[in-house]
Nanobody
Framework: QVQLVESGGGLVQPGGSLRLSCAAS????????MGWYRQAPGKERELVAV??????NYADSVKGRFTISRDNAKNTVYLQMNSLKPEDTAVYYC???????????????WGQGTQVTVSS
């Protein structure tokens, strides 16, 4: 069982910065990837950034502005968001996947979501 606790969302002006955090409490679970998705009103959920064994991948729309990082000791993933734009406004969801320890079961978990609003 994995619980994901997100923090750091809020209201910021265009050009500003926010840092999201997601702490995973994982028992008997071997994490493969941790990442962030977002969903804007009326749109589908989309990948923002993911980190897998130290390798990062980003959506084209956030490259050069967002940075994902992970503290393996704390099972925590961060998303540093700079130069924010109004189009970055969305609910941001933390995501992780991996294997239940001692099995071949591969599962996905989602956080509850945190609102990011970019507006003047």
């Amino acid at each position: 069982q994995v619980q994901l606790v997100e923090s750091g969302g809020g209201l910021v002006q265009p050009g500003g910065s926010l840092r999201l955090s997601c702490a995973a409490s994982a028992r008997r679970f071997n994490i493969k990837s941790m990442g962030w998705y977002r969903q804007a009103p009326g749109k589908e959920r989309e990948l923002v950034a993911v980190i897998t064994s130290g390798i990062t991948n980003y959506a084209d729309s956030v490259k050069g502005r967002f940075t994902i990082s992970r503290d393996n000791a704390k099972n925590t993933v961060y998303l540093q968001m700079n130069s924010l734009k109004p189009e970055d406004t969305a609910v941001y969801y933390c995501h992780t996947n991996g294997w239940v320890a001692g099995t071949s079961s591969f599962v996905n978990y989602w956080g509850q979501g945190t609102q990011v609003t970019v507006s003047s």
